[in-house]
């Protein structure tokens, strides 16, 4: 089976930098995804790590350590509308669907 | 980009009712979409496998018979809530990977999801 663990909450401050952590276990690991969700509509795409390292895609930059089972997602220059939740999902060789955490909501305050 | 589309957005229905989801992947043919619930403050939760032209896989504790999936072509998968009742009210989305290319991102599309209210 697959568990995926991230905060429930975080509040940060309109122009500083976040990090929301995952950490996962699964079998046949395939890939790691991240996706932001505001309130009443369907997840939008924001990265994929398959390999150690970290991705970066302007303000948003994704790490893994596969050996660790870890993720984590950096939001930088935090913006009003950054507010959301952060889906952190893993998908093992066995399956193609996403296996999805439970989500993190992150509150930017002014 | 690659684009999926769902109908209804909306919908509300009353008890004992069926309701009808459709999923279309707009500009790529998809030989599998995937049925997700998502409950209020909750995460998503796969409900099942849509695979065109032979039978859906369904996630443990998902009843197939209440959630009909059917995936009759290339660019649409349907889910029928049948007999709804009010704890079927949720957030159903619907999400779908091209068969060929960005398989070095992997991404899988989703529909703008499709909220059920029953009464």
């Known amino acids: 089976g697959q568990n995926i663990d991230q905060p429930t909450e975080m509040t940060a401050t309109e122009g500083a930098i976040v990090q929301i952590n995952c950490t996962y276990q699964?079998?046949?690991?395939?890939?790691l995804f991240w996706y932001q969700q505001h309130a009443g509509e369907a997840p939008t795409f924001l990265s994929y790590?398959?390999?150690?390292g970290l991705e970066e895609k302007g303000r948003f930059s994704s790490f893994l350590s596969r050996s660790k089972g870890y993720s984590y997602l950096l939001l930088k220059e935090l913006q009003m509308k950054d507010s959301a939740s952060y889906l952190c999902a893993v998908t093992d060789t066995g399956r193609r669907a996403l296996t999805f955490g439970s989500g993190t909501r992150l509150q930017v305050q002014p | 980009g690659a684009v999926v589309s769902q109908h209804p957005s909306w919908v509300i229905c009353k008890s004992g009712t069926s309701v009808k989801i459709e999923c279309r992947s707009l500009?790529?043919?998809?030989?599998?979409m995937f049925w997700y619930r998502q409950f209020p403050k909750q995460s998503l939760m796969l409900m099942a496998t849509s695979n065109e032209g032979s039978k859906a896989t369904y996630e443990q504790g998902v009843e197939k018979d209440k959630f009909l999936i059917n995936h009759a072509s290339l660019t649409l998968s349907t889910l029928t809530v049948t007999s709804a009742h009010p704890e079927d009210s949720s957030f159903y989305i619907c999400s779908a990977r091209e068969i060929a290319g960005r398989a070095l991102t992997g991404e899988l599309f989703f529909g703008e999801g499709s909220r059920l209210t029953v009464l």
């Open positions: 500009d790529f043919q998809a030989t599998t």
């Open positions: 790590n398959v390999l150690d």
């Open positions: 699964t079998s046949g690991f395939n890939g």
